[in-house]
């Protein structure tokens, strides 16, 4: 949000410097993000100075040119290339002289250097109006009355040129009540008095009504849940034309383009005192009659955007007295009724609308408005008609408009203030020091709180209904800590705190683990979005009121966002990556009993631990060659991460769209992961032209399953293992998986650990053979193994190996 200085300080009379107030209105919750300077007239003429032309001949190597000599009161005449008709010797003309910075209408700059235009020397710029951002006008240079200007001076001098300071202020959603100068200075004065600091603020008070004779125009409120409060005012005599200029800089320093004085006159009371207003052409409103309901489902409606839109009946909509839409309540206005040039009576509209029906209309419409950003936060109820009065002032003063009779007005039932009971030992309790209770009384009226009766350790207090975030105790609590000051509040010497030790069921302790091994192994944790767009909506679970079309689903998959991440990364030379997340996706059920028909069993989520590896696994360097990453270099990593839980597992072949090749681990029945190399589809959808592979473990399953064996600790063997190999000669069709789960069978408790270390398949072998080289550790962990044990264990395998496998001794 745009604050301007000046602008503030039309509320809040200060001596503060603007470095001094972004630090108080920091301290008070109102973070000033940044400090702009803007300027009516970009770089305010700085450098332009007033000169005169003392010599002008002809260019000698160009027709168009002059060469002139201007004196501009430095002591030293500047030699000049312009290139201007009407130059002449004797005139008095602005001056840019060598280091001026000029700015133009279009935006651009130039830095006026000395240099060389067709052999002869330039120290300089004599203007034309366009050059210094003045007008377009590029007919000639600007020549200045001899008698007005003063040779050397400062050109900007014989300007106005409107300055100021404009504070980025980072609100935060619920601060609804701060979303305007005033509410910006009501804030800053409560922390001013609090301080002892000099300060004149004036409460805003509504304005004596000038009007004239009476209305026929009627107004009807359909709802009052809908609408609790609306005024309205019929305006004849309007003359729309541009907007003052004092008005236009108001409005564009803080980023907004005058449009004309009623429009501009309706933001600048939205911006200044936070209440929307909607202006609309009388001459157009049918019958005379403003209703305020909703319209039928289905009912076409021309917004301002020249968009036509279809009602979902639910909007709160501002119609005719045909019950013809002219505008979405607090959102949007309609093409048809809107002001224009030629509009001569207008019906000016200030009103306090439901804020949830308010946003769901917003959103329901992808719109997002000014208006509609405040409406559906909350207003001030009771400001609705000081808002109102001020902007008619201002409409009598500008456009020459008179109010034609009374207000309309409709507000049946008064918005009440909160009413809380506020505790002086809860105070104490929460901010962990103790604050006078004169102190915390003088906050509260600062913050404009009505003490309303004192009772035993506490207050009975009112809180006005435009603070919508204050409604309980604890946010009362709040306040008075933002303005007697966070930093005011020692930090403790001791903290005392009890650790939490994560008990063997509880699945954080398995993540945390799983991501410091990871992390311990080069990768790198991301985090993404969950909301995103899908490609196939097929049980997906879409959100009822997205933000936009590309967030408009929950995420069926942790792969696009790690994919996307890689690109980010490739994008920006770093190829090499090891990426995990932790993080749920969702799905919409294909079927359901109707037992279980309720919302919840609809849909279902899932946590997963999803890893994408892509580039060299190893770094380059001179040592080692080049070696890129693929499907076995990700497997070995689920490998670790599976040690750890402790089970038996099954691997299989997986068809998925995402995959070029899949594998699946399962164990009881159940999947694990599913790991594979991602899809040339899916690699060309995310711009990616190196190879990707990538798993998911499924977090629950591993929970369910995992063992608490693992666990134990044991001590470090006293005795040596004994190692011996076997070179087996097997059919190809045998794999080193189906070697290793029938060894693993083995009876003997002193087998520990089997490895393949050689494969050969080539010359002197048989057809349809291959040679399999794998080793046996043996231990006995209570004393050294004799040999008659381990040929035992040894002749064991062999007749396993044989009878299962066929396999052969090769010497």
């Known amino acids: 949000m745009k604050i301007s200085a000046n602008w503030l300080k039309d509320f809040i009379k200060t001596d503060l410097k603007t470095d001094k107030i972004s630090e108080y209105l920091t301290d008070i919750g109102l973070e000033v993000e940044g400090v702009d300077k803007f300027e009516a007239l970009k770089g305010s003429l700085a450098g332009v100075v007033v000169g005169k032309v003392m010599t002008c001949e002809q260019h000698p190597n160009a027709d168009k040119l002059k060469l002139t000599t201007v004196d501009i009161g430095s002591g030293t005449l500047l030699n000049i290339v312009c290139g ?21 209408k279009d935006g651009k700059s130039l830095e006026i250097k000395e240099a060389k235009i067709r052999g002869e020397i330039s120290q300089g710029m004599i203007c034309a109006e366009d050059e210094l951002g003045l007008s377009e006008d590029h007919g000639g ?34 601060r609804t009540d701060a979303m305007s100068h005033y509410g910006v200075a009501r804030d800053l004065n409560a922390f001013l008095v609090t301080n002892q600091q000099t300060t004149d603020f004036s409460k805003l008070v509504s304005e004596p009504l000038k009007n004239e004779g009476t ?142 029906a308010i946003r769901k209309a917003a959103k329901s419409h992808g719109l997002s408005t000014d208006a509609s950003f405040r409406f559906e936060r909350g207003v001030d109820p009771n400001q609705t ?11 009598e003063e500008i456009a020459g408009g008179k109010v034609k009779g009374d207000l309309l007005e409709h507000y049946p039932t008064k918005i009440e203030d909160h009413y809380i009971i506020l505790r002086f030992s809860k105070i104490e309790q929460i901010l962990g020091t103790k604050i006078h209770q004169g102190k915390i009384k003088e906050i509260l009226k600062s913050l404009e709180i009505v003490v309303l009766n004192e009772i035993q350790n506490g207050l009975e207090i009112s809180v006005p209904a435009y603070r919508a975030d204050v409604t309980r105790e604890i946010d009362v609590i709040e306040e008075i800590l933002r303005i007697y000051g966070y930093n005011k509040i020692e930090s ?31 990768f790198n944790e991301v985090m993404n979005n969950s909301l995103t767009s899908v490609k196939d909506e097929t049980d997906a679970v879409k959100l009822l009121n997205p933000l936009s079309s590309d967030l408009a689903f929950m995420r069926k998959s942790l792969l696009e966002g790690l994919l996307s991440n890689a690109d980010y990364n490739i994008k920006r030379k770093n190829p090499d990556i090891k990426f995990f997340e932790l993080g749920k996706i969702y799905h919409k059920r294909a079927a359901f009993s109707p037992a279980a028909d309720q919302p919840k069993n609809r849909y279902e989520e899932r946590k997963q631990l999803a890893l994408l590896i892509t580039g060299r696994n190893t770094a380059e360097n001179w040592l080692q060659p080049k070696s890129a990453t693929n499907f076995y270099y990700l497997k070995s990593y689920l490998k670790i991460l599976f040690e750890q839980l402790n089970l038996t597992t099954e691997e299989k072949p997986l068809e998925d769209a995402r995959f070029a090749d899949a594998l699946e681990i399962t164990s009881g029945g159940k999947t694990l992961a599913r790991l594979g190399k991602v899809s040339a589809e899916l690699l060309k959808d995310a711009d990616i ?8 473990i499924e977090l629950e399953n591993c929970q369910q399953l995992r063992s608490e064996k693992n666990l134990k600790f044991v001590d470090i063997p006293k005795f040596n293992k004994i190692r011996r190999d076997l070179a087996l000669l097997i059919d190809k069709n045998v794999s080193y998986a189906d070697l290793h789960q029938s060894a693993k069978k083995n009876p003997s408790k002193y087998l520990k650990n089997i490895n393949l270390f050689d494969v050969y398949e080539g010359k002197n072998l048989p057809e349809g053979k291959k040679s399999y080289a794998l080793s046996f550790d043996l231990l006995n962990e209570e004393k050294t193994l004799e040999e008659k044990d381990i040929t035992e264990v040894m002749n064991s395998l062999i007749k396993t190996f044989q009878k299962e496998f066929a396999a052969e001794l090769r010497s």
């Open 141 to 174: 240079i600007m020549v200045l009355d001899e008698n007005k200007y003063e040779i050397g001076k400062n050109f900007a001098d014989y300007f106005d040129i409107y300055a100021d300071e404009v504070f980025e202020i980072g609100l935060t959603p619920n």
């Open 492 to 522: 403790p010497r001791k903290i005392s705190f009890s650790p939490v030790k994560l008990s063997f069921d509880d699945q954080d302790a398995l993540e945390n683990s799983w991501a410091r091994t990871l992390q311990s192994n080069g």
């Open 215 to 356: 209305t026929d125009f009627q107004l009807e409120v359909e709802d009052s849940e809908l609408c609790p409060r609306y005024l309205g005012a019929l305006i004849e005599n309007v003359t729309v034309a541009d907007s003052p200029a004092w008005l236009k800089n108001r409005l564009k320093a803080i980023g907004l383009s005058p449009i004309n004085n009623i429009v501009d006159i309706s933001n600048y009371i939205l911006h200044g005192l936070g209440q929307p207003l909607h202006a609309f052409d009388a001459d157009k409103i049918v019958g005379k009659k403003v209703k305020v309901g909703v319209s039928e489902k289905g009912t076409k409606f021309l917004t301002l955007d020249g968009i036509e839109r279809t009602l979902n009946g639910s909007e709160i909509m501002i119609k005719d007295g045909e019950n013809n839409p002219m505008c979405i309540a607090g959102v949007f206005g309609g093409q048809n009724s809107g002001v224009s040039e030629t509009t001569k009576t207008i019906f000016l509209e200030s009103a306090y609308f439901n804020p949830i």
């Open 84 to 104: 201007a008709p009407n130059v002449a010797a004797g005139q008095t003309v602005p001056v840019a002289p060598i280091g001026t910075q000029l700015y133009f």
């Open 689 to 696: 032209e190196q190879e990707c592979f990538y798993a998911e």
């Open 385 to 395: 008609r000081t808002a109102l009065t001020h902007a008619l002032k201002m409409i």
